[in-house]
């Protein structure tokens, strides 16, 4: 069973505009999400982590949407540039376990 | 990737062979993991541990075996190698359980 459900599979986007992915997790002790950022032939690189406490969390042009009550949370990627292209995950944690759980992941395609 | 390596980078092998896989960090955490990568699956955590000696199960442990004699190696270990263990295998790392996960460069596997 698939602890965090993430949508969509592939997304392309042209280069300028907003790339967003969304989670989905049914789990209410889950109290860290963090997204991955992986370029083929290379490990997932830690992007962006968002605590419950908040509700938005900006880096950069990288932006964590959470919406607790939904228990849903998305990554926005402004201003998408052909070097975004890369697969994205999300992931899960509650306090106290050393399981991440990692959505599907999203292939993204920014095209110039 | 954050002072970590992994050995060996691609390996092929027979079905019912033993096959063991290394992490090395430089980085001196404490807590080391193994996941594996599917298609369609996300990671996955295999097995992972909190010290020297000190190991656990994760979610997909069945068929694995690891062990770690020192802060810096964690090895996991396929006792007899059989075709689902075809994946692309992953070592994280964390200082703490804050959750903060940096993974390695990642060994595809083939079992033939």
């Known amino acids: 069973q698939q602890q965090v459900k993430q949508s969509p599979q592939s997304l392309i986007v042209q280069k300028g505009g907003i790339s967003i992915i969304n989670c989905a997790y049914e789990?209410?002790?889950?109290?860290?999400f963090p997204w991955y950022q992986q370029f083929p032939g290379k490990g997932p690189a830690l992007l962006i982590a968002?605590?419950?406490?908040?509700s938005e969390k900006k880096e950069g042009r990288f932006t964590i949407s959470f919406n607790k009550s939904a228990k849903q949370f998305s990554l926005h990627i402004m201003d998408s540039q052909p070097g975004d292209s890369a697969t994205y995950f999300c992931a899960a944690s509650n306090t106290g376990a050393n399981n991440l759980f990692f959505g599907t992941g999203t292939r993204l395609t920014v095209i110039p | 990737d954050a002072g970590i390596t992994q050995s060996p980078r691609h390996k092929v092998t027979e079905t019912g062979t033993p096959v063991t896989l290394r992490c090395h960090q430089t980085e001196n955490h404490r807590y080391m993991y193994w996941y594996r990568q599917d298609p369609g699956h996300g990671l996955r955590l295999i097995h992972y541990?909190?010290?020297?000696?000190?190991?656990d199960k994760g979610e997909v442990s069945d068929g694995y075996s690891v062990s770690r004699s020192k802060t810096e190696d964690f090895l996991l270990t396929l006792e007899s190698a059989t075709s689902s263990q075809t994946s692309v295998y992953f070592c994280a790392i964390s200082e703490s359980r804050t959750y903060e996960q940096y993974f390695g460069p990642g060994t595809r596997l083939t079992v033939t």
């Open positions: 541990s909190y010290g020297v000696k000190d190991t």
């Open positions: 789990n209410t002790a889950f109290d860290y």
């Open positions: 968002i605590r419950p406490d908040v």
